[in-house]
T-cell receptor
Framework: NAGVTQTPKFQVLKTGQSMTLQCAQD?????MSWYRQDPGMGLRLIHY???????DQGEVPNGYNVSRSTTEDFPLRLLSAAPSQTSVYFC??????????????FGSGTRLTVV | ELKVEQNPLFLSMQEGKNYTIYCNYS?????LYWYRQDPGKSLESLFV?????AVKQEGRLMASLDTKARLSTLHITAAVHDLSATYFC??????????FGAGTILRVKS
C-alpha cells in the first residue's frame, strides 16, 4: 500500500517556466488537496477536490491550476513559475473531508525552487 | 474565516521536564488534528480529536480538546530528545478544508 505518492521530490525551475507536480493515492480517498509550506507560516491550502471532476480554491490559489479526472490523481500545475512560489508542496488525501481514524494522509513533499 | 494560533512558536526544553503547547481557533469546528513533522520530512498524524472533552494519549504526549473555549493542548511529559520536532495543530470547519497553525518547533536538550 503506497499511500500518497508525490513526484518529483526536488525541482528547480527558472522564472516563467511551467511544470506539473504529480500526486497519486491508492486508498480510494475521495478528498485530495494541495498545501504549500513556508517557514513560520504552517501549511496553507492551495486547491482541493472532493471527488473526480470537482475542484475548488483554497487560501492561496493564484498561479496554480488543478484538475481531478480520476479518483487517484490530483496534479498541481504551475502556469508561469515565480520566485514567490519557492516552497515545499504537500499533497494530502482523506476518505471524505477528514473522515477516518487518522484523518488526512500526507505525501512526502516536493521541494521546489524557482530562480 | 477560521484562524488557528499556536503558542509558543519555539520551545526549548530540558530532558525530563513537562510542558504544554496551546492551540486556539477562532470559529466552531468539528474536529482538531495534531501532527508531527521531522526536518525535511512529511507530516505524521498524532491525534484526531472529535468532541468536547476528548483526551488522547500516546506515550509521553497527551492531547485534549475544549470546544467551548476553542482550545486544544498538547502536553509533553518527561521530555526526551526523540520528541524534538515541529508540532502542528490543524482544524477543520465542519468537514471543510483544513487550516493549520504556524507550528511549534520543539527542541529537547539533554
Amino acid at each position: 500500500n503506497a499511500g500518497v505518492t508525490q513526484t518529483p521530490k526536488f525541482q528547480v525551475l527558472k522564472t516563467g517556466q511551467s511544470m506539473t507536480l504529480q500526486c497519486a493515492q491508492d486508498m480510494n480517498h475521495e478528498y485530495m488537496s494541495w498545501y504549500r509550506q513556508d517557514p513560520g507560516m504552517g501549511l496553507r491550502l492551495i486547491h482541493y477536490s472532493v471527488g473526480a471532476g470537482i475542484t475548488d480554491q483554497g487560501e492561496v490559489p493564484n498561479g496554480y491550476n488543478v484538475s481531478r479526472s480520476t479518483t487517484e490523481d490530483f496534479p498541481l500545475r504551475l502556469l508561469s513559475a515565480a520566485p514567490s512560489q519557492t516552497s515545499v508542496y504537500f499533497c494530502a488525501s482523506s476518505l471524505r473531508l477528514g473522515q477516518g481514524a487518522n484523518g488526512y494522509t500526507f505525501g512526502s513533499g516536493t521541494r521546489l525552487t524557482v530562480v | 474565516e477560521l484562524k488557528v494560533e499556536q503558542n509558543p512558536l519555539f520551545l526549548s526544553m530540558q530532558e525530563g521536564k513537562n510542558y504544554t503547547i496551546y492551540c486556539n481557533y477562532s470559529t466552531t469546528s468539528d474536529r482538531l488534528y495534531w501532527y508531527r513533522q521531522d526536518p525535511g520530512k512529511s507530516l505524521e498524524s498524532l491525534f484526531v480529536l472529535l468532541s468536547n472533552g476528548a483526551v488522547k494519549q500516546e506515550g509521553r504526549l497527551m492531547a485534549s480538546l475544549d470546544t467551548k473555549a476553542r482550545l486544544s493542548t498538547l502536553h509533553i511529559t518527561a521530555a526526551v530528545h526523540d520528541l524534538s520536532a515541529t508540532y502542528f495543530c490543524a482544524v477543520s470547519e465542519y468537514g471543510n478544508k483544513l487550516v493549520f497553525g504556524a507550528g511549534t518547533i520543539l527542541r529537547v536538550k539533554s
